[in-house]
């Protein structure tokens, strides 16, 4: 069946930097596009970033483009989220999603504060 795993999130500084992996399992990576979601305390959850199964298109969400990279390994089975100039309001739960599958992953916790 299909697995999601998040990781690396973690505290950091405003103004600092994480990268967050997605390891997937149980389908066809390369062929299938990849999200990244977030969830708030007490938000919705909310669209963070596409990339395609190639990773030729990219689409970001107006408040984390030119701030965030979402990247993949097809080689490696996994995506990644290049988070950097981190502000307070990222703060949340992150989680990865294939398009075409209905799973989440158990997410990672980024917090971003002073």
């Known amino acids: 069946q299909v697995q999601l795993v998040e990781s690396g999130g973690g505290l950091v500084q405003p103004g600092g930097y994480l990268r967050l992996s997605c390891a997937a399992s149980g389908f066809t990576f390369s062929r299938t596009s990849m999200m990244w979601y977030r969830q708030a305390p007490g938000k919705e959850r909310e669209w963070v970033a596409t990339i395609s199964s190639d990773g030729g298109r990219k689409n970001y969400a107006d408040s984390v483009q030119g701030r965030f990279t979402i990247s993949r390994d097809n080689g490696k089975n996994t995506m990644y989220l290049q988070m950097n100039s981190l502000k307070p309001e990222d703060t949340a739960v992150y989680y990865c999603?294939?398009?075409?599958?209905?799973?989440w992953g158990q997410g990672t916790q980024v917090s971003v504060s002073s």
């Open positions: 999603k294939a398009l075409t599958f209905p799973s």
